[in-house]
């Protein structure tokens, strides 16, 4: 009953506020007739499809409809004149969302006169009404058994009941058509609703809302049930929103996982508008403020008037410091590197009102901050089982808002459930970690519009702190900026206790005690490489010289020279101060550097290079240029950045790169 009635309120047909009396010419309201036939009872939970005709107006619409007493919510799907309509029924917020035409709209069920489902209060909270209350039938009502009839071929039972609705105003004689007790349906199920049909009378009001007097309107309207389940809905789906819509006033239900401040990812970057797929590593590392990309170059970005990469597609490896300020650019092939400062439109970079840059933070760096995301549900991403969040952005990409685009863009970023893990650190499997977000734009400048769509997949994202040796820059300074340098342990057979199949952590510990003593950045410590000697541990290394150039980040100390570096070293060696801790099997052991110890040592192992008769092209110094430029493309959300430039084509940037 509740839903033809839901369904006449959508044709205009019901008058509000009007109480009077049942009409006598449609029916009295009355005990049921007694009979030994046993009503069918409606179940707490069903699925079922509907074909709903107004024999009035000639009109017939499809619904699907999921009703779940049990958990206090519904859903339906609405197909009327060729247009799609989803309702979700939220009552544990008392909101119904309707999406139609891609729009969302929320309204509080308090303000709603009509629901496919009800609406009524259960101890100050709001609830779906009971299946009875929702037919009209069964507990409550007083409905008669009239016989058994044929319904589209299936034997049934036809009960009938006459309802009276007093704030409409409206008589009604229902009539409700089971499957007969003993015929099997479909679906396994006994005696399950085939049809219901209503007839009977509502009085007309005037457009304000008054009662016309002596002025109804006949209801004639049936409602056939196809495939009707009992039980719990099959797919859960069912209950949630469309995914991709953004509604606003929805109350959001779920907070966003928390991001840790060092992680490392592979993306999948598909650019749906242009049909290509790109791919990067990164690792952002909040402690250390570093950031490291990885990537092969595609050819379809113009920079200044030519292509980022014309020469070849080698791969290329970003570094920003931010320690320092520097960002390296470097060719892995023909070993190039263009130093310069980090751009203050980076994807890791914020800037600062005086001008200079600071490293984001790592919820900024993935786009989840300033923004009001609402949690969407859960979604199959990959097979994975996921979580939704969807939200709108104005402020993205800072570089394109800067050059007076007007840009609005929509995200949804779907994490992993939190009973789904993967491989991870040392110290525990990853759980809720990011696995997509996909962002959809409209960009304008003046007259000109143009729309991006992007879906961005994240693989083996791990929470994680990284080795230094991972964002060498070596290959940027010259060998006279280097000084190869080895120094003993005091103590024997430490290579045994704390370096053998240790050796990862070993050389991180070591280089940030060289990096703390020398007091330098731990990038300018390269090529650490530990030995026994005959029963002494000696340890090589390479040292570097400062940047030549400065950074614009705020708040970064003055570098020392190598030659002031080497001497801060030397001077703690020779003072017996040089001490740090070992993490070997879950101990700590304090080394100590034998007191002058440090020497220059020509003879510092140095990873094999490739045999003189094998020539990389790489890239140019001018190419390593443009892919300096090319940075400001890459970071947390690297790919729309990409659509910007494809739009400007040679509307690009100018740079000045010191040497």
């Known amino acids: 009953m509740q839903c033809l009635l839901f369904i006449i309120s959508l044709w205009g047909c019901l008058s509000l506020g009007a109480y009077s009396q049942p009409n006598p010419d449609v029916c009295i309201p009355g005990p049921a007739t007694p009979s030994e036939k046993t009503r069918p009872t409606l179940p707490d939970q069903f699925s079922t499809q509907v074909e709903l005709t107004n024999f009035n107006k000639e009109t017939t619409l499809q619904t699907q409809e999921v009703y779940d007493g049990i958990n206090n919510r519904g859903a339906s799907v609405f197909l009327v004149d060729g247009e799609v309509e989803y309702h979700t029924y939220d009552y544990r917020h008392s909101q119904h969302i309707e999406v139609h035409d891609g729009v969302c709209t929320v309204t509080n069920m308090t303000n709603t006169t009509f629901l496919l489902f009800g609406f009524h209060y259960e101890n100050g909270e709001g609830h ?6 929702i037919f009209d039938f069964g507990n409550g009502y007083n409905d008669s058994f009239i016989g058994t009839e044929m319904i589209r071929g299936i034997p049934v039972d036809h009960w009938r009941g006459c309802v009276y609705k007093e704030y409409l105003n ?16 479909p679906s396994g199920d006994n005696q399950v609703l085939v049809r219901m049909t209503i007839n009977g009378t509502v009085q007309n009001v005037t457009e304000d809302g008054k009662l016309i007097p002596d002025a109804f309107t006949n209801v004639d309207m049936s409602a056939d049930y196809f495939t009707f389940e009992k039980g719990p809905a099959k797919d859960e789906f069912v209950f949630q929103v469309p995914l991709g819509h953004l509604c606003p006033g929805r109350n959001s239900t779920s907070p966003m996982p928390t991001i840790p401040k060092q992680f490392s990812a592979r993306r999948e970057i598909v650019k749906m508008d242009q049909k290509k797929v790109h791919y990067f590593e990164e690792q952002f590392d909040a402690e250390a403020k570093l950031v490291r990309y990885y990537f092969i170059p595609n050819n379809d970005t113009s920079v200044t008037g030519g ?16 320690n320092t300020g520097i960002g390296y650019i470097i060719d892995p092939v023909n070993l190039n590197c263009s130093m310069m400062p980090i751009y203050k439109f980076s994807s890791d970079s914020q800037s600062q009102p005086d001008g200079s840059i600071t490293m984001t933070n790592a919820t900024t760096y993935l786009e989840l901050e300033n923004a009001n995301w609402v949690y969407e549900g859960k979604a199959i991403v990959r097979d994975i089982e996921c979580h939704a969040w969807i939200a709108k952005r104005t402020d993205w990409p800072k570089m394109a808002i800067s050059q007076g685009y007007e840009v609005n863009s929509t995200w949804e970023y779907f994490f992993t459930d939190l009973e789904w893990t993967a491989d991870g650190s040392k110290m525990s499997s990853e759980k809720g970690r990011p696995v997509r977000v996909e962002i959809q734009a409209t960009w304008k400048l003046n007259d000109t519009i143009n729309t991006t769509h992007e879906v961005q997949n994240i693989y083996h994202f791990m929470k994680a702190s990284h080795e230094v040796h991972l964002f060498d820059i070596q290959n940027c300074y010259k060998p006279k900026e280097t000084k190869m340098l080895a120094f003993m342990f005091n103590g024997t057979n430490l290579y045994n206790t704390v370096v053998l199949n240790n050796t990862r952590q070993f050389t991180t510990d070591v280089r940030n005690a060289i990096a703390k003593y020398a007091k330098v950045s731990a990038l300018r410590v390269v090529d650490v490489f530990a030995d026994d000697v005959k029963g002494h541990l000696k340890v090589w290394f390479s040292l570097l010289d400062k940047p030549h150039i400065m950074g614009d980040v705020t708040g970064v100390l003055p570098q020392n020279n190598l030659t002031v570096a080497y001497n801060n070293l030397m001077n703690a060696i020779n003072a017996g101060i040089m ?33 003189a008769d094998v020539v990389h092209k790489g890239y140019s110094s001018g190419a390593m240029v443009g892919l300096a430029i090319a940075m400001i493309l890459i970071g947390g959300a690297l790919g729309l950045g990409v659509g910007f430039y494809l739009w400007k084509h040679n509307k690009g940037f100018s740079y000045q790169v010191q040497e």
């Open 128 to 133: 779906i009404n009971s299946v009875s209350d």
């Open 170 to 185: 409206m008589t009604l004689i229902s009539d409700l058509y089971f499957s007969a007790e003993g015929y099997t349906m």
């Open 307 to 322: 292509h980022w990469n014309p020469y070849d597609f080698d791969p290329v490896e970003i570094i920003h410091d931010y």
């Open 579 to 611: 001490k740090f801790n070992v993490m070997y099997k879950q101990r700590t052991h304090t080394l100590t550097v034998r007191s002058k110890s440090l020497v220059e040592d020509g003879d510092n192992p140095i990873p094999p290079q490739p045999p």
